[in-house]
């Protein structure tokens, strides 16, 4: 069930592998006590600033002409999250809506007018990994919108590619 290492023992509880310093076996039956790990992001002029927890459900990079345009780069990098797992921590008065506040908009840095996220689908936001000062460990899974990509940039990963989205 569990292997020394040192003053360290690795314990596998319910297929979750944990590392711990106690000597006490971990109990399958109580669930391990541990906070997600959250995330720092911030707009380009540090106006505005924001924790996200590591806990994305999808990501994708979106070579759309509007995710091109958003950003001037080839694509968009983003993860979707529910919205109650992201908070401003510095600069909310700073944030400006980009759309309608009661459906699709983005919200942005009134200073630099940074996008720092958007609406999604079924309640969720969509964070640009571009904001984002820390590591997600959910990388993009895909390309979408590959079919209106920039033409003088190639895609060299081995990632899946579509034309439209990818849930269509």
């Known amino acids: 069930m569990g292997r020394r290492l040192g003053m360290l023992s690795l314990y596998r509880v319910t297929g979750v592998l944990r590392l711990t310093r106690s000597r006490e076996v971990p109990r399958a039956s109580s669930p391990p006590s541990y906070r997600a790990v959250v995330l720092r992001g911030r707009c380009a002029c540090n106006a505005v ?50 759309g309608d506040a009661h459906g699709h908009h983005a919200r942005r840095c009134g200073e630099c007018f940074s996008l720092l996220y958007w609406t999604g689908y079924e309640g969720k936001i969509r964070v640009p990994y571009g904001s984002l000062i820390d590591e997600p460990t959910l990388k993009p899974t895909a390309h979408m919108f590959v079919g209106s990509k920039a033409p003088w940039y190639e895609i060299l990963d081995d990632l899946p590619q579509y034309d439209e989205y990818p849930w269509s």
């Open 49 to 98: 600033a924001f924790e996200v927890s590591d806990e994305f459900v999808v990501a994708y990079n979106c070579h759309c002409s509007n995710c091109r345009a958003a950003t001037g780069s080839a694509f968009l990098p983003w993860g979707e999250i529910e919205p109650e797992k992201l908070r401003v921590t510095k600069g909310a008065d700073s944030l400006i809506f980009d």
